[in-house]
Nanobody, 126 residues
């Protein structure tokens, strides 16, 4: 059973930086694709950044140039480096994983992912 565990959430001032990590376990397949999603109460879950099984990356327009997603296959770890944080970046950030073939266009769609972590809270104050 695939398990995902996030860490690194915190409270920061606007303009600050955070790095989120997701430790993945319980799988051996190499065709994994992974992503970070965030959710604010009362709003739909939003895809923030994703990395395909070909290592191509996709970002939400709102975070381009500020966030960087990276996967260390050897350590089974997914990270999200977040710079120049804004209050609107606040939310619960969850790591997600799926396996198989996926179109680049679908990388930020929650329904493409089978496995989810519990999430970690990020709060950005102005």
């Amino acid at each position: 059973q695939v398990q995902l565990e996030e860490s690194g959430g915190d409270s920061v001032q606007a303009g600050g930086s955070l790095t989120l990590s997701c430790a993945a376990s319980g799988y051996s397949a190499r065709d994994i694709y992974m992503a970070w999603f965030r959710q604010i109460p009362g709003r739909e879950r939003e895809g923030v950044a994703a990395i395909g099984n070909g290592s191509g990356t996709k970002y939400a327009n709102s975070v381009k140039g500020r966030f960087t997603i990276n996967r260390d296959a050897a350590k089974n770890t997914l990270t999200l480096q977040m710079n120049n944080l804004k209050p609107e970046d606040s939310g619960i950030y969850s790591c997600a994983a799926g396996f198989g073939v996926i179109s680049y266009s679908y990388l930020l769609q929650p329904r493409q992912y089978t496995y989810w972590g519990q999430g970690t809270q990020v709060t950005v104050s102005s």
